[in-house]
Every structure is written in C-alpha cells, then in structure tokens.
Nanobody, 116 residues
Framework: HVQLVESGGGLVQPWGSLRLSCAAS????????MSWFRQAPGKERELVTS????????NYADSVKGQFTNSRDNAKNTVYLQMNSLKPEETAVYYC?????????WGQGAQVTVSS
C-alpha cells in the first residue's frame, strides 16, 4: 500500500538547520511531483516547495527562497528538505506530498520545533 514516511524532525535552535527525509513506497515514485507543506499551530497548511518528477523544476514559497532546498533521489524513492537558518515562526508540522493526476498522497507529518 502507499506510504510516505517523514523523518528528521525535532527540536532545533534558532538559526539552526535540519534535513527532513520522506521515504516513499507503494507507488511509482519517479513519476510523481513531490512537495513539502507545513502547518503551524492555529494556521492553515501551506505549500513550502515542490519538485517535478525529473528535478527539472523546483518551486519555493517566497518566504523560504534561499533558505530551504528541495531535492530527490529517485533511485532511493526519497525526497529531502534541507532547512537552514530556521526561525521560531517556522515551527510547524511538515508534510510530504506526492501527486500525479488525481493521485494525491500524504505523509503523517514531522514536527519541527525551532526554539532556544
């Protein structure tokens, strides 16, 4: 069955870095666009970044341009989110998403807490 499993979340100090991973199984990962979303407490879920199936195009929310990097390894069925210079307001649950046509898959989320 389809699974997206995020890992790498946790507690980080302000201006620190974290790398999230999302391991996919149960579908043809290399054909899917992959995205990262986040949802902060009391706020709506927002799109952070997307990457095409072949890495030809990567888009970022304005708020994370130059700060976050989205990448994927189709041989490992894994997508990554490198997050640098994290700020307390970026505390959120980060979700991995895979989409192709009407297929839309979500991970369970990884908590990222930015605090001193």
């Amino acid at each position: 069955h389809v699974q997206l499993v995020e890992s790498g979340g946790g507690l980080v100090q302000p201006w620190g870095s974290l790398r999230l991973s999302c391991a996919a199984s149960g579908f043809t990962f290399r054909l899917y666009a992959m995205s990262w979303f986040r949802q902060a407490p009391g706020k709506e879920r927002e799109l952070v970044t997307s990457i095409t199936y072949d890495e030809s195009l990567t888009n970022y929310a304005d708020s994370v341009k130059g700060q976050f990097t989205n990448s994927r390894d189709n041989a490992k069925n894994t997508v990554y989110l490198q997050m640098n210079s994290l700020k307390p307001e970026e505390t959120a649950v980060y979700y991995c998403n895979g989409r192709l046509g009407r297929n839309d898959y979500w991970g369970q989320g990884a908590q990222v807490t930015v605090s001193s």
